[in-house]
């Protein structure tokens, strides 16, 4: 009489593993693909709304924010998981001496950046990154009258902060 032996053979086993393995590397790079959409879109909708509450201050006043007790007032906020943090340059705002203009820049998780201006049109920043006003400068605000970034709860109180202004 000859038993017959049950199981998986190790080549068996060896091509599930392989299988699983490669099924959780495309699970992961598809998940890390939608997580940076995803912060994308947190990006451009906390942009259109800074970018309303800063119209309606317009409405009020006659002119945009010029410093950082106005832009105070509009108490705007930003989803600090989708901005970028390892250094400045999360979202910096400048605006012209008379108020008359603004410009938002903005920069996710995954780099991109993004900015909002008094133009009311959200577009996809390309320029070299640089200091806030020579950003500000090479998307058509001609004179920054400072330029302020958003600091985020870590690095000190949170809020804007003076980081540079025009000579």
């Known amino acids: 009489m000859h038993k017959t032996r049950s199981g998986f053979t190790i080549v068996e086993l060896l091509i599930v593993i392989v ?16 997580q940076n959409r ?3 879109s947190v990006v451009q909708s906390d942009l259109a709304a800074f970018h309303k509450k800063v119209s309606l201050y317009n409405s009020e006043f006659g002119n945009y924010p010029k410093d950082t007790s106005e832009l105070a007032t509009i108490r705007s906020g930003f989803t600090k998981s989708a901005y970028y ?8 705002y400048c605006a012209s001496t008379n108020g008359a203009a603004y410009l938002l820049i903005a920069r996710g998780t995954n780099g991109k950046r993004y900015y909002i ?4 049109k959200l577009q996809e920043y390309t320029g070299a ?3 806030p006003s020579a950003m ?8 920054a009258y400072g330029a302020w970034g958003y600091e ?5 109180s949170p809020g804007w902060k003076v980081w540079t202004s025009a000579s």
């Open 19 to 34: 299988v699983i393995g490669i099924l959780a590397a495309i699970m992961i790079v598809a998940y890390n693909g939608i």
């Open 38 to 40: 995803a912060n994308e």
């Open 85 to 92: 943090t390892a250094n400045e340059g999360n979202v910096t």
């Open 117 to 120: 201006g008094s133009n009311d």
């Open 129 to 131: 990154y640089g200091t």
């Open 136 to 143: 500000c400068s090479s998307v058509g605000l001609a004179y």
């Open 152 to 156: 985020l709860p870590g690095w000190g």
